[in-house]
């Protein structure tokens, strides 16, 4: 079954650190990941999309990095600031299928305190 | 802003009764998204058009229909409401017709429903 699951589910850090968010999945045939981020009520925005060949992607303080072997991604943040706090949600799209078929994990909520 | 506007932003209606959700896609995209977020829950996709036709269902309920405009809007037509049927509903769009999977998604800002 297709599957993308993320941890941890929530994530409270102190402004100024570093943070890093779990992806795995266990889509196939994989197309490509991409990474959202979500404030409360307001509609996802997309940070980063890789495809089977790209190991790393970075959009300012957001790197995202892809281990097509192990099924597994993950985003950091560096340095946070009060406005990352927001949900992150990991997405996985079948290739050859229809853009229908992105699996969404569930995110993971970071709050980010001062 | 993406580009992506969604009308109305909030709607309170009694269970059993009709609603209509619009979206207006970005200038350019052919491709239209209906998804459905429920309180704490991740996204779930409900129906995908392209250029006027379906593309692509999901978890869609039979209460629940849609369509796509030559103007290329779209509305989620929701009917005989339930209390489950609260949630957040986000129409996205694209340029891809979904054959590539490579295409960027955009978001608009979501419709509330609640259902009392």
């Known amino acids: 079954k297709n599957q993308v699951e993320q941890s941890p589910q929530s994530l409270i850090i102190l402004e100024g650190k570093n943070c890093t968010l779990q992806?795995?999945?266990?889509?196939?045939?994989?197309?490509?990941l991409r990474w959202y981020k979500q404030d409360t009520g307001r509609g996802p925005v997309s940070l980063t999309i890789?495809?089977?060949?790209?190991n790393t992607k970075s959009n300012g303080r957001y790197t995202a990095t892809l281990d097509a072997d192990t099924k597994q991604s993950s985003l950091h943040i560096t340095a946070s600031q009060l406005s990352d706090s927001a949900s992150y949600i990991c997405?996985?799209?079948?290739?050859?299928?229809?853009?229908?078929?992105?699996?969404f994990g569930k995110g993971t909520k970071l709050s980010v305190k001062p | 802003d993406s580009g992506v506007t969604q009308t109305p932003k909030h709607l309170i209606t009694a269970t059993g009764q009709r609603v209509t959700l619009r979206c207006s896609p970005r200038?350019?995209?052919?491709?239209v998204y209906w998804y459905q977020q429920s309180l704490d829950q991740g996204l779930q996709f409900l129906i995908q058009?392209?250029?006027?036709?379906?593309?692509a269902k999901g978890n869609i309920l039979e209460r629940f229909s849609a369509q796509q405009f030559p103007d290329l809007h779209s509305e989620l037509n929701l009917s005989s409401l339930e209390l489950g049927d609260s949630a957040l509903y986000f129409c996205?769009?694209?340029?891809?017709?979904?054959?590539?999977?490579?295409?960027?998604?955009?978001f608009g800002e979501g419709s509330r429903l609640t259902v009392l």
């Open positions: 992806c795995n999945y266990t889509v196939s045939p994989f197309s490509n």
């Open positions: 997405v996985v799209s079948n290739y050859g299928g229809s853009q229908g078929n992105l699996i």
């Open positions: 058009y392209y250029n006027g036709e379906e593309r």
């Open positions: 200038s350019g995209d052919l491709s």
């Open positions: 890789m495809t089977f060949s790209e």
């Open positions: 996205a769009s694209s340029q891809t017709s979904g054959r590539t999977n490579t295409g960027e998604l955009f």
